[in-house]
């Protein structure tokens, strides 16, 4: 999940493409496929991205991953399949890639997954939570790196 | 290696002790982190942000164990190994 949320905002804030939600005045640096032009394949997997995310149009990045309809198909399922409730369920996974997005300071990412959150229940007080961890973590992962700090605990010592 | 030299437990101030042994309880471990050690030895800045950190983490809206999973995605982020 945190892997293919950092991936496609670094493609969307790489090229420049228009968030989602709010009227980000951004000219993208490509040209984006249209939708209505999109052949069957595409259209059903297009189909599929707008439901999932309950919009009234495809998101800007899985357009542009259009013009390689195989790659899309399959990076698509990829991130449908991380997001779907299994052993955590949909709306935390949601707030952890809002987690990871602020985090990388991607626009893209915050306003995407902001609203998927909130779309899928996250009240005031948890976003306050939520983001008063992001921002305590975000200072003591400076300190840790900056001090050169060596883990409290060896990942190979743990099991599980 | 640390850049810094961090400081065992019991060389920090008195007053801290409680925290401190509050702090393996937290987590559950038989000694106190180093991030914490570091932390208090500068109190004035430790101190307020232990409090604010202890508050932050507690279970509210959303569960301790979200918390945590959301500090593991900033450091994975971050890079931090730590």
Same mark, same amino acid.
């Given at each position: ?160 | ?11 920090? %101030? ?7 042994? *509050?702090?393996?309880?937290?987590? /559950? ?6 991030? =914490? ?14 409090? %604010? ?7 509210? *809206?959303?569960?301790?164990?979200? /918390? ?6 900033? =450091? ?7």
């Amino acid at each position: 999940m945190a892997g293919t949320t950092h991936a496609l905002n670094a493609v969307a804030d790489g090229l420049r493409l228009p968030l989602e939600f709010r009227d980000s005045g951004r000219d993208p640096l490509v040209a984006l496929p249209r939708t209505e032009e999109a052949p069957p394949q595409v259209k059903a997997l297009f189909d599929d991205i707008q439901t999932f995310y309950a919009m009234d149009h495809v998101p800007a990045v899985f357009r542009w991953m259009a013009r390689d309809p195989i790659f899309l198909q399959g990076y698509w399922g990829a991130v449908r399949a991380a997001f779907t409730d299994a052993g955590l369920d949909r709306l935390t996974k949601e707030v952890l890639a809002l987690a990871a997005s602020m985090t990388a300071k991607s626009d893209y990412g915050v306003d995407l997954h902001l609203r998927e959150a909130r779309r899928l229940g996250l009240s005031d007080q948890g976003l306050t939570e939520a983001v008063e961890v992001v921002q305590l973590f975000n200072t003591v992962t400076k300190i840790a790196g900056a001090l050169q700090l060596q883990p409290d605990f060896n990942p190979r010592l743990l099991g599980g | 290696m640390e850049i810094v030299r961090i400081p065992e437990a019991p060389e920090l %101030a008195p007053e801290d002790q409680p925290f401190l042994e *509050a702090t393996k309880g937290w987590f /559950k471990i038989d000694f106190v982190p180093k991030m =914490s050690r570091v932390l208090l030895s500068h109190p004035e800045f430790g101190r307020p942000y232990g409090r %604010a950190s202890r508050r932050a983490m507690t279970d509210g *809206a959303l569960s301790r164990a979200q /918390k945590e999973m959301i500090a593991a995605t900033v =450091s994975a982020i971050n890079v931090c190994e730590y």
